[in-house]
């Protein structure tokens, strides 16, 4: 089994920043996160969840949501199995529970599509607040 946990949430003012970050440990059927591409989510009080930024296996494609572009960088260090999420310039709307997934895929550039079916396991999530 591959269990995420994510970190680093917590209450920012607008313009401020945070960085999250998704811990992987153990692995699904011998394979270790390495062969996983991590997508973050997030869902804000009575809104459906909605894909953010993912990120591949490698670490050189990645993909943003519109709403966050230009804002929120993703990356990966796989020496540490973690990938993280840099929120830049956080607005009152980016206020939600965050969650990051990982989709196994023997493919070490593609991204998955930033939807919930892509994605074969999920950290508890945590909450970011931004308000003043």
């Known amino acids: 089994q591959l269990q995420l946990v994510e970190s680093g949430g917590g209450l920012v003012q607008p313009g401020g920043s945070l960085r999250l970050s998704c811990a992987a440990s153990?692995?699904?059927?011998?394979?270790?996160?390495?062969?996983?591409?991590i997508g973050w989510f997030r869902q804000a009080p009575g809104k459906e969840r909605e894909g953010v930024s993912c990120?591949?296996?490698?670490?050189?494609?990645?993909n943003y949501a519109d709403s966050v572009k230009g804002r929120f960088t993703i990356s990966r260090d796989s020496a540490k199995n973690t990938v993280y999420l840099q929120m830049n310039s956080l607005k009152p709307e980016d206020t939600a529970v965050y969650y990051c997934?990982?989709?196994?895929?023997?493919?070490?550039?593609?991204?998955?599509?930033?939807?919930?079916?892509?994605?074969?396991?999920w950290g508890q999530g945590i909450q970011v607040t931004v308000s003043s």
């Open positions: 990120i591949s296996r490698s670490g050189g494609s990645t």
């Open positions: 997934a990982a989709d196994f895929t023997l493919s070490r550039s593609a991204t998955p599509p930033l939807v919930d079916r892509a994605y074969d396991y």
């Open positions: 153990g692995s699904a059927s011998g394979l270790s996160a390495d062969y996983y591409a």
